[in-house]
C-alpha cells in the first residue's frame, strides 16, 4: 500500500485525468489545427487554471535521442508508470549495435529454420525509418546478419508508411533498398521485397478494430494474392497513379516473376514481426499463432512457421511466444500501486486508443488490476477524416456516468481524436475534431466541478498542432508539385499542454515551474488522491499553497 502523504491529506472528489491524444503545443499558428480551432474550454483553462508544458518526446518516454517523436505507446507507458524505460525503438538499437539480440536463442531458432534446404526468411513490418513502430536500419542489420548465418533466401514484406514519415515519401525507402537488396545478392543469397501495401489498409490493425485489414494481410503475404507488380518500385509508381492516395492508404500488392509470387510463406519457413511497438502487431502475431481455434478470419491455409517478433507484444497472454529482443519490464505502476491501496479506477476510450489507457497505462499487461472497471466504446470503421468528432461525446457519456455513480475515486480517459485525425493530413478535419474534444470537456469537467474533483488535462503527444510540412529555414509550408501545401500525418517534437483543474480547494493547488514529463503525473495523481508517491516514481509536480 502506498502511505498517506503528510503534504496534503488527499481531495474529496475524485481525481481524473484526461489525454487528449495528439494535441501538442506548436510555436506557429500555420498549419496548426489546434491553435486555429474554436475551442473555448481549452482557452479558459489556459487563461486561468495552473498549468505546465510537457515532454512527450525522445528521451523524456524512452526514446534513444530527443529527435525521436513520441507515440502513443511510450507516451501512456510514462503516464501509467510515472517513470521513463528504454523503449521498443532503443531497445532493438542498442541489441544490434552490441550484438546480443543475434546471440539470443531466438534468432538462432529462426535462422536455423531458414537455413533448412528450399526454406525462405520472411520479414514483415513497417517499412520507414520513423522509429515509432519500427526501423529500416534494424531491417537491414537483419538481413545482412541472415546472409552472414548462411540463409539463402530472404523476403521482405513491406508495409508502407505515411504516418510517422512525410505522407508520399514510400520511394524513398523502397528505390534504394530495392536497390541495396541487388548489390547484397549473389550466387548464394537471394532478397527480395515480396510484397507490401498502405499500414492503414493491410495487416497492421490494432485492438480489433477491423480485422478486415488484417485478412487482407494474411493473402497478400502469406498467399500471394493480390495484383503483380514486377518490383515494390514499380507498385508504389502504378497504385499511387491510380489512385492518388497518400502511402499509409496504398492496396497490397504482390511482387511476381514469370506470373508467379516472388515470397509466399510455406510450411518450414521462418517469419520475423519487425515491428518493435506492440498495439498494431498483436493480431498478425495472433494468426500466425493461433491454432485450430482461430476464428478471426478463414485463413484458407495457416503454414506451420518459426515465426518470431521484434519483442514480446503481450507479456500476460504471451504473444508471440518467440522474441528477439527482451521487452522493458515495467513493474510498480500507477495503476498496481493505487489497486493495492484500495483506490478504485476506471479507464475509457474508444477502440483506436482503450489499449492505451489499459495495456500501456498498467504497464503493457492486457489484464485488469483488483478495483478497476473499464470501458471501450466501439471506433467507426470509416476513414477518420469524414467523422472527426470521432466518439468523443459517447467517451464523455461514459465518463459522467462513471462520475456520477460516485463507484470510482480516479478516472482516467483518452480522446483519440487529434491524433488519428491529424495522421489523416486534412487540416479542416483536424481543426473540427480538436473542437469535438473541446465539447467533451465542456461536459465533463462540469460533473468533475459539481463532484468536488480534479482533473488533470493533458496529452501524449502532438500531432494535430502541425498539419503542414514546414521549411527549417523560410518557417513557410511546403508544397506539392501542384502547388498544394504538403500536409504532415506523423508526430511532432512539441510539448504537450498540462492544466490542472482544481475544483477542491478553491484554488490551493498548483503546479510547479520545473521541467516536468509524462511521467511526473503519476506522482502528481497520487498526491492528490492523498498518497505518498512510489519511490521509483518521478517527482511530483504538485504545488499546494
Known sequence: MLKKSSKFAGVQGPVVVIVMDGVGIAPTEVGNAVAQAKKPTMDALDASAPKVALRAHGTAVGMPSDDDMGNSEVGHNALGSGQVYHQGAALVAESIKDGSIFGREAWKEIADAAKKPGQTLHLMGLFSDGNVHSHIDHLRARVERAKADGVAKVRVHALLDGRDVPETSALEYVEPFEQWCRELSDGSFDVRIASGGGRMQITMDRYEANWKMVELGWKTHVLGEGEFFASATEAVKALRERTHAIDQDLPPFVVAEDGRPVGTIEDGDAVVFFNFRGDRAIEIT????????????????????????????????????????????????????????????????????????????????????????????????????????????????????????????????????????????????????????????????????????????????????????????????????????????????????????????????????????????????????????????????????
Open 286 to 545: 495472433r494468426a500466425f499463432e493461433g491454432g485450430a481455434e482461430f476464428d478471426k478470419f478463414d485463413r484458407v491455409r495457416a503454414p506451420k512457421v518459426t515465426y518470431a517478433g521484434m519483442l514480446q507484444y503481450d507479456g500476460d497472454l504471451k504473444l508471440p511466444k518467440r522474441f528477439l529482443v527482451p521487452p522493458p519490464a515495467i513493474v510498480d505502476t500507477m495503476g498496481e500501486w493505487l489497486s493495492k491501496s484500495g483506490v478504485a479506477q476506471f479507464a475509457c476510450s474508444e477502440t483506436q486508443k482503450f489499449g492505451h489507457v489499459t495495456y500501456f497505462w498498467n504497464g503493457n499487461r492486457s489484464g485488469k488490476f483488483d478495483g478497476e472497471t473499464w470501458t471501450e466504446v466501439p471506433s467507426d470503421i470509416v476513414p477518420f477524416e469524414q467523422r472527426p468528432w470521432m466518439k468523443s461525446a459517447e467517451i464523455a457519456d461514459e465518463m459522467i456516468a462513471a462520475l456520477e455513480s460516485g463507484k470510482h475515486r480516479f478516472l482516467r480517459c483518452n480522446f483519440a481524436n487529434g491524433d488519428m485525425v491529424g495522421h489523416t493530413g486534412s487540416l479542416r478535419a483536424a481543426t473540427m475534431a480538436v473542437e469535438a474534444v473541446d465539447l467533451a470537456l465542456s461536459r465533463v469537467l462540469p460533473v468533475v466541478k459539481k463532484l468536488g474533483g480534479v482533473a488533470i488535462i493533458t496529452a501524449d503527444h502532438g500531432n494535430a498542432d502541425e498539419m503542414y510540412e514546414i521549411d527549417k529555414k523560410t518557417k513557410a509550408p511546403k508544397t506539392n508539385k501542384d502547388g498544394s501545401v504538403k500536409a504532415k500525418t506523423s508526430h511532432t517534437l512539441n510539448k504537450v499542454p498540462c492544466w490542472l483543474a482544481d475544483y477542491a480547494t478553491g484554488g490551493k493547488l498548483g503546479l510547479g515551474d520545473g521541467t516536468y514529463g509524462l511521467s511526473n503525473i503519476a506522482a502528481t495523481v497520487a498526491e492528490l488522491l492523498g498518497f505518498e508517491p512510489h519511490e521509483k516514481w518521478d517527482e511530483s509536480m504538485l504545488v499546494v499553497k
